[in-house]
């Protein structure tokens, strides 16, 4: 008889992938690699978010309720890395604003000016966010292929599962459980790898967005102070700058 302890360190995961044919190794070895690629992703997204989340909401409390500088970064903005998306979208608007200092003497180019300051600060918000999204749809590539994958690993498992049934005419279970699992363990390793990418794919997306909102909310509060100042200029032939 058998010993089950020997029967359960065959089946093990180890002893699967080192049993199964070229082809399914090479299916699980591909579902392996996808997926730390997609724990790669999901990390360094969730940890860039997280900071940046925390960073926004101090760097617009710092700008509430007060005038701020528009031709250059605000104190609590210049210790913050250049890469930030706020930082970012505050240079770009300050650098529009002080390419047009000279363009705000009558009412017309004072609201020209307005709206090509905010275009840049849009501008500078759709591209920091497309470098957030980054590598994002490899995330939803892995979680649609994976399954797909594991699966054809499976399949070609099992054919060769019942060629070895036919060519040894034996039916037992513990000629044909071996190969089975070895197949199904395919499959297996192909949801691991899409699962969290699917729902770290969706997590991030809607994360992102969130960001973006925070984005938009700066840019409002960039252009309310804007509109004050320009407001003055046309009240009095001088626009005080914070």
Known sequence: MSDPSNIAHGLSPVDLFLQADSVVKTV???LVIASALGWGVILDKEIRLR?????????????????????HLSPEFTTVPGSD???QVYSAASQEYLRSRDLLDTEAQREATQQRVHRAAHLASA????????RLGSLATIGAVSPFVGLFGTVWGIMNSFQGIAASNNTSLAVVAPGIAEALFATALGLVAAIPAVIFYNRIGTNIANYGKKI???????DIELSRQLSKKGERNGLRVA
């Not at 591209?127 to 980054?134: E, I, R, S, V």
């Not at 938009?216 to 960039?222: A, L, Q, R």
Request: hydrophobic residues 60%.
């Open 28 to 30: 699980m070895v591909l």
């Open 51 to 71: 900071i940046l989340n925390a960073r926004a909401k101090k760097l617009i409390a710092s700008i509430q309720g007060e005038e701020f500088a528009l031709s």
């Open 85 to 87: 998306p706020l930082v």
């Open 127 to 134: 591209a920091a966010l497309g470098h957030l999204q980054a």
């Open 216 to 222: 938009n909310g700066f840019i409002g509060v960039f």
